[in-house]
């Protein structure tokens, strides 16, 4: 609908910041003022603007000497749109700045602006390097301004976060915020926590962190004392099995299944035994787990084996995911695949969604180059506003109508001779692919035609900053697995832009997508780099009817009108199919996020509710109160034999491992139940109703039979093993923590699920082309 349209009834992402244009205006005809300002002088004329409008309110004052300080600090004068975005963020809404705007300074002007106010500002990013990068790069800035400032990353110790959340400022993946919550509700020291301090979260690439992040769980997990699971077995069977014969992989390419046929060849390897009977339960977990390992999870695109172990791919990120892995068996069998050593079998100690991460910020705000197409899931998950700031330059980028191959043979070969005959004029080209394995064939297609391509994907992501600043270079080709959350502009003529015109006369940069993502978004994100600031660009996206997202994601008519076709599809037609398969794939995407969001509601306030009382035994005296009236003679009788401070020790210690080993078997039972609930819908049972009835019930008597069990610990406690610790009393804590991987994925409603029966039956019985 047409924009003013759209402010006049209030749609989603239609917010006016025009209101702020005053402000801006205000702020240009202080700037002889502001620029006469000495080093001594900024800070201070800036915290007197923020406490004289008695609160975080963007005023021309306050623009004035952030944009001197933004020019005196970093060498960077903020435009006038760049402003108008700060006023925008300090007012609490979520706001669209494209690719090469400069999101970068203005979200660091707007949490000084913060910061000066007296507030503790995290900058939640995607990655470590960012969160580096930004940091590092703004720190002139914050130190001008007498902020301080600091940033955290996976490999940042305990003792470096604590400092860092000291900070008036943090930069940090909203990941190992996350991290450091779930692990701060495990401690058994007030002194061992890292406080994060979750008052104002500035999200920079918001619709990536608040939307696509917040269906995957962070899940903390610690080492168990269960041995590895054996599973060279299963993988040396299930490597004998055939496609079709032997197995079936589902519509949706999710789940992998044994044929009857598969089943008995097993069974027979086996030695004639029967797979389902109770007694080999464990074994046909573990066979399915290798069959999925096998069929399902690909080296190179979900993983990579790196220095003899199984480092995960963030799909999202197209980064490397450190210490985190597969839950339920199936990291061990990929190691079992690969023939590695197999790890050892993780307890889960808690879990935490993003969503709810970023709920418990006081103040959320948040920037990207794609915020609208979100705009209504921001207001129906986090209640945040949004709008568009328009970019400071036009459009000159061309975007062509995208082309659409039967098989990906053809589609290479288009790509190849696009790329080569780019290159040939010295136009800049960068390649955007789906996985590393991809981009690594690509590379070595290109080279084989003469072309010498620089790669960027997770398995060389530390040298990226390299790689991008090289991208706009006149006669550059780079290959890419993902750039959104790259951060890096791509400026022509490199990074200095000191052959801008020769590149510009080339037509500027040309961004070639091979494929399409799950997301509208994420292809937006990838076109935005090529016409920086208005200068000249071309996009153009090949796409295969092969392709994972059409495979999984299109209607089965659809694939069978390709099957049977084929190259007979004009254009129109099989556009249409890719433009059906994306945004199926992106329905299914918000529906996971629906469930996520749903399903976790009775698990957080279950996890409040033992928080609290966690906070009493570890602060306070809960754990004298609770057992004393259950042991209050052995108790006594420890007291009299030590001392009153060393049985209070002991009480608290047991007492807090009682209560987590309770949580972690609760939560253990809630997972088990979550991942079979949607099967009450074939009963015509609401699954969220159950799942939260049944979480109810479970949770009653929790914390009866955490204090019983800790009472009954102490019970058997004898003198000498009062001030040894719960070690020596065979309790162990769990220690070296990771995280997992997971996702959620909902069969649907019975509206869903009638509707697709429906329209199966009509096209194979009336059409006939099923």
Known sequence: MKRWVARAIGAPGATSFARFERIVTGAEARRPWAAALDDASVSAEAR?????????????????????????????????????????????????????????????????????????????????????????????????????????????????????????????????????VLRDRFVTAVSDRVEPGLDVALVDEADAVM????????????????????????????????????????????????????????????????????????????????????????????????????????????????????????????????????????????????????????????????????ADELIEFFELRSGRVERRRPNRRVDRVPRVFVDDRERKAAVVAEVVERHRTGQPVLVGTQSVRESERYAAVLAAAGVDAQVLNARNDASEAAVIARAGTFGAVTISTQ?????????????????????????????????????????????????RQGDPGVTQTYVSTDDELVRAHAPRHHL?????????????????????????????????????????????????????????????????????????????ALASASSPEAVHRLLREVTLWTLDEQWCDHLARLTEVRDGIHLQALAGVNPRDEFHRIALREFHGFFTAAYDRAAEIVRAVSIDQVGEGIAALGLRRPSATWTYMTSDNPLGSPIDRAARTAGTWVRSRLYRIE
């Open 48 to 180: 007197e603007a923020v406490s004289a409008m008695a609160g975080v309110v963007a005023s021309p004052r306050l623009l004035a000497v952030l944009r001197t300080a933004a020019s005196r600090a970093v060498g960077q004068e903020p435009f006038d749109e760049q402003l108008l975005a700060v006023c925008a963020l300090l007012s609490g809404h979520a706001v669209e700045m494209d690719t090469g705007e400069g999101k970068t300074l203005t979200g660091a002007l707007a949490a000084a602006a913060f910061a000066l106010a007296g507030r503790r500002v995290h900058v939640l990013s995607v990655n470590d390097y960012l969160a580096e990068r930004d940091a590092e790069w703004m720190r002139p800035l914050f130190e001008l301004l007498d902020i301080s400032v600091a940033w955290i990353g996976q490999r940042t110790d305990t003792d470096a976060r604590r400092r860092a959340y000291r900070a008036d400022v943090v930069y940090a993946p909203v990941s190992e915020v996350g991290y450091d």
């Open 211 to 374: 939307i696509d992040e917040a269906m995957s769980p962070l899940v903390l997990a610690g080492a168990s004392p269960e041995p590895p699971e054996e599973f060279t077995l299963a993988d040396a069977i299930v490597r004998d099995l055939d496609a079709d014969a032997h197995y079936a992989i589902d519509a949706d390419r999710v789940t992998v299944s044994l044929t009857d046929a598969g089943l008995d060849q097993l069974e027979q390897r086996l030695g004639g035994i029967n797979l389902y009977d109770t007694a080999h339960t464990a074994t046909l977990t573990k066979v399915n787990l290798a069959l999925h390992a096998h069929v399902l999870v690909h080296r190179d695109v979900d993983y990579l084996v790196v220095d003899d172990a199984i480092t995960l791919i963030n799909s999202a990120r197209g980064r490397l995911a450190h210490q985190q892995r597969w839950p339920d068996g199936l990291h061990a069998a990929v190691e079992a695949k690969e023939g590695l050593p197999i790890s050892s079998p993780g307890l889960v100690l808690d879990t935490l969604t993003v969503h709810d991460l970023l709920r418990s910020y006081a103040t959320l705000t948040g920037m990207s180059g794609t915020v609208v197409a979100v």
């Open 560 to 636: 069978e009108k390709i099957r049977r076709r084929g190259s007979r599809l004009d254009q129109t037609t099989l556009r249409f199919i890719v433009d059906h398969a994306q945004r199926a794939a992106e329905s299914a995407r918000r529906t996971r996020h629906r469930d996520t969001w749903d399903f976790s509601r009775a698990i957080a306030r279950q996890r409040s509710t033992v928080l609290a009382a966690r906070a009493e035994v570890l602060a306070g005296d809960r754990a004298g109160v609770e057992l004393s009236g259950r042991i209050p003679n052995e108790l006594d």
């Open 483 to 531: 750039m959104s959350g790259r951060g890096t502009d791509i400026r022509l003529g490199g990074p200095d832009e000191a052959d801008h015109h020769r590149v510009a006369a080339t037509g500027g940069l040309a961004v070639l997508q091979v494929g399409r993502y799950p997301s509208a978004r994420l292809d937006a994100q990838l076109r935005g780099r090529s016409g």
